[in-house]
């Protein structure tokens, strides 16, 4: 069974930071891509916003403009564990944060979430001001 799991989300002051993780399991973690998207609270009729994506080989890194500088993304290939370090946070990055999982094979633009071939059921971070 194809499972991708987030936990780490909760309730944080502006400011601060928190650490996401995304767990994998049921498919080769080292042929797909990783990346973290957003939906924010009245939102939900937007597509997810995508933060940022990592390369199967984790060399290779994109972020969102908005979330440059703040967010980090990493990856464990020998965990299938992927993380979002997150600084600096804002009230607006309250959302709930999914990851997902894109094949490497797939071409296309990565930023949309139909790009991506599994997702796991998502986490909560709510920025508290």
């Known amino acids: 069974e194809v499972q991708l799991v987030e936990s780490g989300g909760g309730l944080v002051q502006v400011g601060g930071s928190m650490r996401l993780s995304c767990t994998a399991s049921?498919?080769?973690?080292?042929?797909?891509?990783i990346g973290w998207f957003r939906q924010a609270p009245g939102k939900e009729h937007e597509a997810r916003e995508e933060?940022?994506?990592?390369?199967?080989?984790?060399?290779?890194?994109n972020y969102l403009h908005s979330v440059k500088g703040r967010f980090t993304i990493s990856r464990d290939n020998a965990k299938n564990t992927v993380y979002l370090q997150m600084n600096n946070l804002k009230p607006e990055d309250t959302a709930v944060y999914y990851c997902?999982?894109?094949?490497?094979?797939?071409?296309?633009?990565?930023?949309?979430?139909?790009?991506?071939?599994?997702w796991g059921q998502g986490t909560q971070v709510t920025v508290s001001s």
């Open positions: 049921g498919f080769p973690f080292d042929d797909y891509h």
């Open positions: 997902a999982a894109r094949n490497t094979l797939r071409v296309g633009d990565y930023t949309r979430p139909g790009q991506y071939d599994y």
């Open positions: 933060l940022a994506c990592i390369s199967s080989d984790d060399l290779s890194t």
